[in-house]
Protein backbone atom coordinates (compact mmCIF):
# COMPACT_ATOMS: atom_id res chain seq x y z
CA UNK A 1 0.00 0.00 0.00
CA UNK A 2 1.25 3.48 -0.62
CA UNK A 3 1.73 5.76 1.94
CA UNK A 4 -0.22 8.97 2.24
CA UNK A 5 2.21 10.97 0.69
CA UNK A 6 3.34 9.01 -1.84
CA UNK A 7 -0.37 8.63 -2.93
CA UNK A 8 -0.17 12.83 -2.56
CA UNK A 9 3.17 13.16 -4.83
CA UNK A 10 1.11 10.77 -7.63
CA UNK A 11 -1.65 13.23 -7.43
CA UNK A 12 0.19 16.18 -8.14
CA UNK A 13 2.37 14.89 -10.48
CA UNK A 14 -0.75 12.99 -12.25
CA UNK A 15 -2.15 16.90 -12.42
CA UNK A 16 0.60 18.55 -13.38
CA UNK A 17 1.12 16.22 -16.68
CA UNK A 18 -2.75 16.88 -17.62
CA UNK A 19 -2.16 20.72 -17.38
CA UNK A 20 0.66 19.98 -19.82
CA UNK A 21 -0.82 18.34 -21.84
CA UNK A 22 -3.85 20.85 -21.65
CA UNK A 23 -1.45 23.76 -22.17
CA UNK A 24 -0.01 22.13 -24.81
CA UNK A 25 -3.06 21.52 -26.77
CA UNK A 26 -4.29 25.16 -26.10
CA UNK A 27 -1.68 26.83 -27.34
CA UNK A 28 -1.51 24.68 -30.65
CA UNK A 29 -4.46 26.40 -31.51
CA UNK A 30 -2.98 30.01 -31.97
CA UNK A 31 -0.13 29.06 -34.08
CA UNK A 32 0.06 30.94 -36.95
CA UNK A 33 -0.35 29.18 -40.58
CA UNK A 34 2.90 29.74 -42.62
CA UNK A 35 2.15 28.15 -45.60
CA UNK A 36 1.54 30.54 -48.19
CA UNK A 37 -0.59 27.90 -49.96
CA UNK A 38 -2.85 27.19 -47.28
CA UNK A 39 -6.44 28.64 -48.54
CA UNK A 40 -7.68 28.76 -44.12
CA UNK A 41 -3.69 30.81 -43.48
CA UNK A 42 -3.96 32.65 -46.89
CA UNK A 43 -7.67 34.41 -48.28
CA UNK A 44 -6.20 35.22 -51.65
CA UNK A 45 -5.55 31.90 -51.96
CA UNK A 46 -8.39 29.77 -53.56
CA UNK A 47 -8.40 26.00 -53.86
CA UNK A 48 -9.67 24.40 -56.98
CA UNK A 49 -13.36 22.96 -57.91
CA UNK A 50 -13.43 19.13 -57.91
CA UNK A 51 -13.47 17.20 -60.97
CA UNK A 52 -16.98 16.42 -62.28
CA UNK A 53 -18.25 14.77 -65.09
CA UNK A 54 -16.01 13.06 -66.05
CA UNK A 55 -16.56 10.00 -69.22
CA UNK A 56 -14.25 8.10 -71.37
CA UNK A 57 -14.05 5.90 -74.16
CA UNK A 58 -11.14 3.28 -74.96
CA UNK A 59 -9.99 1.59 -77.84
CA UNK A 60 -11.69 -1.90 -79.83
CA UNK A 61 -10.26 -4.97 -78.45
CA UNK A 62 -6.85 -5.87 -80.61
CA UNK A 63 -6.66 -1.95 -81.60
CA UNK A 64 -3.64 -0.92 -81.67
CA UNK A 65 -2.58 2.09 -80.71
CA UNK A 66 -4.90 1.47 -77.11
CA UNK A 67 -5.72 4.03 -75.92
CA UNK A 68 -8.06 5.64 -73.02
CA UNK A 69 -9.71 8.60 -73.85
CA UNK A 70 -11.05 11.01 -70.87
CA UNK A 71 -13.10 14.27 -70.91
CA UNK A 72 -14.72 16.07 -67.91
CA UNK A 73 -16.36 19.08 -67.29
CA UNK A 74 -13.69 22.14 -67.27
CA UNK A 75 -13.36 24.17 -64.02
CA UNK A 76 -13.51 28.06 -64.41
CA UNK A 77 -10.30 29.22 -65.08
CA UNK A 78 -10.03 31.77 -61.97
CA UNK A 79 -9.38 28.50 -59.72
CA UNK A 80 -8.14 26.17 -62.38
CA UNK A 81 -4.44 26.62 -64.29
CA UNK A 82 -4.69 22.64 -65.23
CA UNK A 83 -5.65 19.02 -64.13
CA UNK A 84 -3.27 16.02 -63.08
CA UNK A 85 -4.39 12.70 -63.99
CA UNK A 86 -3.81 9.60 -61.79
CA UNK A 87 -4.02 5.97 -62.88
CA UNK A 88 -4.29 3.27 -59.99
CA UNK A 89 -4.84 -1.16 -60.72
CA UNK A 90 -7.47 -1.25 -58.13
CA UNK A 91 -10.04 1.84 -56.62
CA UNK A 92 -8.34 1.61 -52.76
CA UNK A 93 -4.95 1.26 -54.94
CA UNK A 94 -1.82 3.42 -54.62
CA UNK A 95 -2.26 5.80 -57.57
CA UNK A 96 0.41 6.86 -60.26
CA UNK A 97 0.70 10.62 -61.29
CA UNK A 98 0.42 9.74 -65.29
CA UNK A 99 0.92 13.04 -66.76
CA UNK A 100 -0.80 16.90 -66.57
CA UNK A 101 -2.96 19.04 -68.97
CA UNK A 102 -3.99 22.65 -69.03
CA UNK A 103 -7.78 21.21 -71.42
CA UNK A 104 -10.11 19.27 -70.18
CA UNK A 105 -9.43 16.48 -71.84
CA UNK A 106 -6.89 13.03 -72.16
CA UNK A 107 -5.69 10.47 -74.24
CA UNK A 108 -3.19 7.91 -72.64
CA UNK A 109 -2.37 6.29 -75.48
CA UNK A 110 0.29 2.85 -75.91
CA UNK A 111 2.14 5.17 -78.73
CA UNK A 112 3.71 7.03 -75.64
CA UNK A 113 3.05 5.02 -72.74
CA UNK A 114 3.94 1.39 -72.71
CA UNK A 115 1.84 0.59 -69.92
CA UNK A 116 -1.67 1.23 -72.10
CA UNK A 117 -2.15 -2.42 -71.74
CA UNK A 118 -5.13 -4.79 -71.89
CA UNK A 119 -6.96 -5.07 -68.49
CA UNK A 120 -8.84 -3.13 -65.83
CA UNK A 121 -7.49 0.32 -64.54
CA UNK A 122 -8.83 3.06 -61.99
CA UNK A 123 -8.23 7.00 -62.81
CA UNK A 124 -8.84 10.08 -60.49
CA UNK A 125 -8.35 13.47 -62.04
CA UNK A 126 -7.55 16.27 -60.00
CA UNK A 127 -7.68 19.93 -60.34
CA UNK A 128 -4.72 22.70 -59.70
CA UNK A 129 -4.16 26.07 -59.61
CA UNK A 130 -0.49 27.85 -59.92
CA UNK A 131 0.67 29.88 -57.29
CA UNK A 132 3.87 31.50 -56.73
CA UNK A 133 5.94 29.12 -58.39
CA UNK A 134 3.86 26.22 -57.32
CA UNK A 135 0.49 24.70 -57.48
CA UNK A 136 -2.36 23.92 -55.15
CA UNK A 137 -3.66 20.47 -56.16
CA UNK A 138 -7.44 20.21 -55.55
CA UNK A 139 -9.69 17.32 -53.91
CA UNK A 140 -8.73 14.11 -56.50
CA UNK A 141 -12.02 12.73 -58.38
CA UNK A 142 -13.81 9.43 -56.77
CA UNK A 143 -11.75 6.45 -58.58
CA UNK A 144 -13.50 5.84 -62.54
CA UNK A 145 -13.15 2.16 -63.73
CA UNK A 146 -12.15 1.70 -67.11
CA UNK A 147 -11.54 -1.89 -68.85
CA UNK A 148 -8.82 -1.27 -72.01
CA UNK A 149 -10.04 -4.63 -74.46
Not at 61 to 74: E, G, H, I, Y
Not at 94 to 112: K, M, P, R, Y
Not at 129 to 140: D, F, S, T
Request: charged fraction near 15%; include cysteine; aromatic fraction near 12%.
Amino acid sequence: MLSQNKKHAFQIGLSLCILLVISVLVSSCGLKRSNPLDPLGNSGVVSPDPVVGISYSTSATNQNPRFVSLRWTANSPSNTSGYYIYRGIGYYSAFALVDSVTTNEFIHSSTNDQTVLPGDYYYRISAYKGYNGGNLEGRKSEPLFVRVP
